[in-house]
């Protein structure tokens, strides 16, 4: 600010577990170098001193008498639109040369990758399938964990999806010879014989005449859902060249994960596995002496990411390690305890505290 400045001083503590280097020595010796932005440029000298945990920086003028390294300063004065800059160097023991972060993120890898297919060239069609397109060559072919992609001269190409996925698909073929032809695709079509534009209209996903009088190439393409089952195949009407080297087909799937918890994620997902059931119905029948399966009919909470199933009162997990909490109400059946079955290995791994229960309680 406007004014006279007669000291700046600044206190500055070190982090825990750090210290002032101690091969420096006595730190209040000068350190670093302070320019007051003024027409004129001047200088001014920081002087450091301090302990072992702390030090303090103070700014002298150069006309203070530095080799007494005392705290006094001579006055200096400052304009409104001038500014002091300093910068201090001073080494400093005790970090940690691999620092901790103060929250560390698992790496998490879900989902799987896209995968994609390519032809081209046609050979025909399928002897059997005759309105099913053939190609000449497969260039790209890594579809494996969303489905297969095949193709014979019998049936012609399907890629049949295995698992719930997202698809883009393009076909482009050729009629070069006098008359219109028709090319397309279809998915889940029976009606292999015959022509796209006559199979059941909600097996058709798009269609396309091709004049063969104008010698062009004619392209169709789909992109949506196909779930685990569907079949997608190229199907015309069989007028299109038996031999197109312009013909090309492909294909680009991507599994389809849904939505994704990232607090699962992050923190430590928690699944619950429950007996449910209608107001007033008895949990079941309890004989003395012996073991009773206890009903498990509902699963909630982060299921996707424990990964845990249900089926015939037994739930299933993933290999891992996983903190298992179970509670088993009873109702008038006097002295009784619970345990965790391992079907797997035929053993109670586990059993509770004995408990009583009458008609109070």
């Known amino acids: 600010t406007t004014g006279t400045v007669t000291g700046v001083t600044a206190l500055i503590g070190l982090p825990n577990g750090t210290s002032v280097k101690s091969d420096v020595g006595n730190i209040t010796t000068g350190l670093g170098h302070i320019t007051r932005h003024a027409a ?3 200088s001014l000298r920081p002087l450091i001193t301090g302990g072992d945990t702390w030090f303090e920086i103070s700014v002298f003028d150069n006309a203070a008498s ?3 390294m005392i705290p006094a300063v001579a006055s200096t ?3 409104s639109t001038e500014a002091v800059s300093f910068y201090v160097s001073i080494p400093i023991e005790g970090l940690d040369a691999n620092p901790k972060p103060l929250l560390a993120f698992p790496t998490i890898t879900y989902g799987q990758n ?5 032809a081209s060239g046609s050979n025909g069609h399928g002897s059997t399938n005759t309105k099913i397109r053939v190609f000449n060559s497969v260039d790209t072919n890594n579809i494996s964990n969303t489905g297969t992609a095949t193709q014979d001269s019998t049936s012609g190409f399907s890629f049949t999806a295995s698992t719930r996925c ?3 698909c393009s076909y482009t073929d050729k009629k070069s010879s006098a008359g219109d032809a028709v090319l397309g695709l279809s998915l889940n079509s029976n009606q292999l014989t015959t022509s796209i534009g006559g199979i059941t209209a909600t097996h058709r996903l798009v269609a396309e005449y091709v004049d063969g009088n104008d010698d062009v190439l004619s392209t169709v393409a789909w992109s949506g859902i196909m779930e685990a089952g569907d079949v997608l195949r190229p199907h015309g009407d069989g007028g299109l060249d038996a031999s197109a080297t312009e013909c090309s087909f492909s294909l680009l799937v991507i599994p389809e994960e849904g939505q994704v918890n990232q607090a699962a994620i992050i923190s430590q997902p928690v699944a619950f596995v429950k007996d449910v059931k209608a107001s007033g119905t008895d949990g079941g029948t309890f004989t003395s002496g012996a073991w009773q399966t206890r009903d ?4 909630s909470g982060d299921i996707a990411a424990v990964g845990v199933t249900l089926s015939s009162n037994q739930f299933t997990l993933p290999a891992g390690k996983y903190v298992i909490e179970a509670k088993a109400h009873s109702y008038n ?3 009784n305890k619970s345990a965790r079955n391992n079907i797997t290995d035929s053993k109670n791994v ?3 505290k004995e408990e009583y229960s009458d008609a109070d309680n």
């Open 40 to 42: 004129s440029n001047q």
């Open 66 to 68: 530095i080799n007494a």
């Open 77 to 79: 004065y400052f304009g």
């Open 114 to 118: 896209a995968e994609n297919y390519r």
């Open 166 to 168: 997202t698809v883009y």
């Open 296 to 299: 498990l009919t509902q699963l």
């Open 333 to 335: 059946v006097t002295y």
């Open 350 to 352: 586990e059993k509770g």
